[in-house]
């Protein structure tokens, strides 16, 4: 079994088609409701955990997938990956949730 690897050029593209596209629907500004620390980064890192623990749940443990080995190699690559995600993404919003908490209304200084 072959797993199809885009090239990091390929995944830049789609990435640019997809800020095109949340420009054109939300205007230039979209990303500042998304920087760490703001209720949609808490969305990135809530939704990351659950899809994440579906993942685990009900494909990596689906007894079809574990009968598999590269079944289960693919499934567990995805479920890694996401956990990585969550980390990440877990790492920066504390980061700045912790900055403002020492400050008064939240507010960094």
Request: aromatic residues 6%.
């Amino acid at each position: 079994m072959k797993v199809e690897h885009l090239s990091t050029h390929e995944v830049e593209q789609a990435r640019q088609t997809l800020v095109r596209e949340l420009v054109a629907d939300s205007g230039a500004e979209w990303a500042s409701e998304y920087q760490p620390g703001s209720a949609g980064y808490h969305e990135l890192l809530d939704r990351a955990a659950l899809v994440s623990d579906m993942l685990e749940r009900h494909i990596v443990a689906h007894p079809a997938c574990v009968a598999r080995p590269e079944w289960y190699a693919l499934a567990e690559q995805a479920a890694a990956a996401l956990r990585q995600l969550y980390q990440q993404v877990g790492a920066e919003h504390l980061a700045v949730e912790s900055s403002h908490a020492g400050s008064p209304n939240g507010v960094p200084r």
